[in-house]
C-alpha cells in the first residue's frame, strides 16, 4: 500500500512538472536528493559505527545486563501473557535497551527476533497477538535518552549546536511512550471484555450429577 501511495505521488508531480513544462526542474531536484541522500548515508557511517561500538562495549561490561534487570518489572508488567523465562523476553530486553541509547539499527534485529518468538507463542498464527501489538508500539515509541540518529544529521548538515535535541526528544519519547502504555492497557481490557467465557469441559461425572 505504501509503495502504491509513493508511486502515485511520483506520477502526480511529474504530470504537473510536465504540463508547466519543468520536467528538468524535476529530473534535477531527483538526482540532488539522490545525492545528498548518499552523503547523509556517508556521514552516518562513523556515528553509527561509534555508537554501535559503545553499544558492544556496554553489553560487554555488563551495563546492558543491567539496564535489562531495570526494566525486567517493568516489562513483565507490560507482556503478562509472556513467560518470564521464555526467549521472547531477553530479546524484548534487548530491543528496549537498545532504544533507550537510541540504536534503532540495533533494536530492529531484536525486535524481530521478539516478534519470531512470539509468533510461537501466539494462538492465531494469521493475527497478531496483544504481546507482539504491545512490543510494536513500544519500539515506535520508545523513550530515547539520546538520540543518536537525529544527532547524526545534524552533525552532517553542520548544526551549531547538534545535541541540543536531547531534552526534547526525551521529552516527547516519554510522552509517546506513556500514551502507547496507555492505548495497549485500554486495548487489551476492551479485547478482554468481549472474549466471552468459555464454559467447562463437560465430564460423564458432571453429567450424571446433573441427571
Known amino acids: 500500500m505504501v509503495n502504491k501511495i509513493w508511486l502515485a505521488l511520483i506520477l502526480i508531480g ?8 519543468e520536467i ?14 548518499v552523503t547523509v548515508c556517508f556521514g552516518l557511517i562513523s556515528v553509527l559505527v561509534f ?13 546492558v545486563k543491567a539496564i535489562s534487570r531495570l526494566l525486567g518489572p517493568v516489562v513483565a508488567y507490560l507482556f ?15 530491543n528496549m535497551s537498545a532504544n533507550l541509547l537510541g540504536l ?13 518468538e512470539l509468533q510461537q507463542l501466539n494462538p492465531d498464527k494469521e493475527t497478531a497477538s496483544p504481546a507482539m501489538c504491545t512490543l510494536l508500539a513500544l519500539n515506535t515509541a520508545s523513550i530515547t535518552l539520546i538520540p543518536t540518529t537525529l544527532i547524526a544529521i545534524r552533525i552532517n548538515f553542520q548544526s551549531a549546536n547538534p545535541a541540543e535535541i536531547v531534552g526534547s526528544t526525551l521529552l516527547a519519547t516519554a510522552i509517546a511512550t506513556a500514551a502507547a ?3 495497549d492497557r485500554w486495548y487489551r481490557r476492551r479485547s478482554l471484555r468481549r472474549t466471552p467465557p468459555q464454559a467447562p469441559p463437560t465430564t460423564p461425572s458432571a453429567t450424571l450429577l446433573e441427571r
Open 14 to 21: 511529474f504530470s504537473f512538472a510536465a504540463a508547466k513544462g
Open 24 to 37: 528538468g526542474t524535476v529530473t534535477q531536484a531527483a538526482f540532488d536528493g539522490a545525492a545528498t541522500g
Open 51 to 63: 555508537w554501535l561500538g559503545i553499544m558492544r562495549l556496554a553489553e560487554d561490561s555488563g551495563l
Open 80 to 94: 503478562p501473557d509472556v513467560p518470564k523465562n521464555h526467549p521472547a523476553m531477553g530479546y524484548i530486553l534487548s
Open 104 to 116: 534503532g539499527n540495533a533494536a530492529t534485529p531484536m525486535g524481530i527476533r521478539a516478534m519470531q
Open 181 to 183: 502504555i496507555v492505548a
